[in-house]
């Protein structure tokens, strides 16, 4: 079983893609409260998260947020939640009431073309010292 930072967020994200990158660069940019803790699903800790929740990745093309001892969120749930704590992307809580399978289905269409509009890399991003204490091992 996995030990978590105490009273932190995990964000895994596919370390390989080039818009997941550009996003968790953000999300530590604006996390001003230090909320957020960060592992690529293809990291061994990422991996390990996943089959302990038995999360099936490949049916769940997405970014997941996991509180832990909570719960965990997926697609546009993700997203939203992930928002509520930046500073300057609250307002997308604003798309909640908006049916899921709609957000979703958006969600979707972005996550099944980041490689062709974003591009893709060879190996995971690797953070820079200053960055590397937000990044679980």
């Not at 994200?13 to 990158?21: E, K, P, S, T």
């Not at 992930?82 to 979703?104: N, S, T, V």
């Not at 979707?108 to 820079?128: F, H, L, Q």
Request: hydrophobic share 40%; net charge neutral.
């Amino acid at each position: 079983m996995i030990n978590f930072p105490k009273d932190k967020k995990i964000i895994l994200f596919d370390g390989v893609c080039n818009l997941c990158n550009k996003t968790i660069q953000m999300i530590i940019k604006k996390d001003k409260k230090d909320i957020f803790r960060f592992a690529p699903l293809q990291s061994d800790i990422g991996l390990q998260i996943v089959n302990e929740r038995g999360i099936d990745t490949e049916a769940l093309d997405s970014m997941i947020l996991i509180e832990p001892g909570v719960a965990y969120y997926s697609k546009s749930e993700a997203a939203i939640e992930i928002a509520k704590h930046l500073d300057g992307y609250k307002w997308l809580k604003l798309a909640k009431p908006i049916p899921q399978g709609l957000r979703d289905g958006i969600y979707d269409i972005v996550a099944s073309n980041r490689y062709k509009w974003w591009g893709k890399e060879e190996s995971c991003m690797v953070p820079t010292p200053e960055l590397e204490a937000l990044f679980l091992k």
